[in-house]
């Protein structure tokens, strides 16, 4: 779609697409999001096929999961053979630590504050001879020097999240794989906070692995998301799962010879998750009619907007905000994200949240603090029922 087109969809023509704003003021997508009206109508339309035709419709199902698989391919600008689609992004990480030629002595380094899923996969490689080594990260700022001052000649992968789930802290990745190859190691990267929002460049930055689900800023439904191998690694991972769906005749039962799909989708194994694939594959053509691709994003800068105000908002009743706000425009280097972590003096996190929901205001608490999570669909109004929800 051209600059034109985009422009004249405006953001509340997101927001009409997006039900939950009828009733919520929704700030929680970093937990899961809300479907849009495309996606919704992605998974009735499969339900009345599904009861009503069996699987005489499926080679149509079969042909609609290509095209999702093709949409995530632009989106961080990869080729549609080097993504797999999986369920969810500890299926990812974990067929990347799992698949991976570990020897014995070897190495992994990760943060300290990542998400449970990028932790234990690499945690449980343990009975291999091979340490998970996990960096501390102090008030949400990501230091790459005291990153790579862990490293050393037996670290074989780097894995870390493109964005903070608690603290919003978002990483450069281009600059994070360039130190990271000029030593010899890989990255393996969480982007499931900001996949769908931000704009992200597979072949520009350099990244090995990328592993996302599509349930919060993608705007999907649970249980599906994608995998990205770039293929000059597809051989080096030694497939888990292989089922009928990983060899080149994958249609043929009968023919029995181990032979791998030259593409990412050897990995996927058997029988997938239809209907929340054909729903992803729906909210990934929304969200790039709004304008996203791998290099630019109205999206984030919406995005990023309304954050900025909600910030300001809150800074005006006494909240603390504890995320990293400020960005370099010099230099390029911009840590935000759509997540914005605080805290309220002399409130009870759990409390002030009940109070939220009962206001009709969706938020989270992480880390024993408050987060919210805007997407593009958000807007001011919603910004003065946090408020007033919290004050």
């Not at 990869?78 to 020897?103: C, K, Q, R, Y």
């Not at 000059?232 to 181990?258: A, T």
Request: glycine share 8%.
């Amino acid at each position: 779609m051209d600059n034109d087109s985009v422009a004249s969809r405006s953001w509340q023509g997101f927001r009409d697409l997006m039900p939950v704003t009828k009733t919520w003021a929704y700030f929680d997508n970093a937990a899961v999001a809300p479907l849009p009206s495309p996606a919704r109508d992605a998974v009735l339309r499969w339900a009345d096929d599904a009861s009503r035709q069996g699987d005489t419709v499926w080679p149509e199902w079969a042909a609609a999961l290509e095209k999702t698989r093709k949409i995530a391919a632009t989106m961080i600008g990869a080729d549609p053979s080097e993504i797999a689609l999986i369920t969810n992004t500890t299926a990812g990480i974990s067929l990347v630590a799992e698949g991976f030629p570990w020897h014995s002595g070897d190495n992994i380094v990760t943060l300290a504050n990542e998400f449970p899923s990028n932790l234990y996969p690499w945690m449980n490689l343990a009975s291999r001879g091979v340490t998970a080594k996990l960096v501390p990260v102090e008030n949400g700022r990501v230091d790459f020097e005291r990153l790579f001052e862990a490293c050393d000649e037996k670290t074989k992968m780097i894995a870390v999240s493109w964005v903070g789930y608690a603290s919003g802290w978002r990483l450069d990745v281009a600059e994070l794989a360039r130190l990271a190859h000029e030593r010899g190691i890989l990255v393996c990267l969480d982007a499931i906070q900001g996949v769908g929002v931000f704009p992200l460049d597979v072949k520009e930055t350099g990244v090995d692995f990328v592993a996302a689900d599509g349930h919060k800023w993608m705007l999907g439904p649970e249980g599906a998301g994608f995998l990205f191998v770039s293929s000059e690694h597809l051989d080096l991972l030694r497939p888990l799962g292989v089922g009928w769906n990983s060899v080149v005749h994958q249609y043929d039962f009968s023919r029995i010879e181990l032979k791998m799909r030259d593409s990412a989708a050897r990995y996927e194994g058997g029988s997938q998750n239809m209907v929340g694939l054909l729903a992803l594959g729906a909210s990934l053509d929304m969200l790039a009619s709004f304008g996203l691709t791998s290099r630019q994003s109205p999206i984030g800068d919406r995005v990023l907007s309304i954050t900025d105000l909600a910030c300001d908002r809150l800074a005006e009743i006494g909240a603390s905000i504890l995320s990293h706000r400020e960005s370099d425009h010099r230099s390029g280097s911009d840590h935000r994200s759509g997540i914005v972590s605080f805290e309220l003096p002399g409130r009870d996190p759990t409390e002030a949240r009940r109070r939220c929901l009962d206001e009709g205001v969706v938020l989270s608490c992480r880390d024993g603090r408050l987060r919210i999570s805007a997407h593009a669909y958000a807007n001011s109004d919603d910004v003065d029922r946090l408020i007033a929800a919290l004050h």
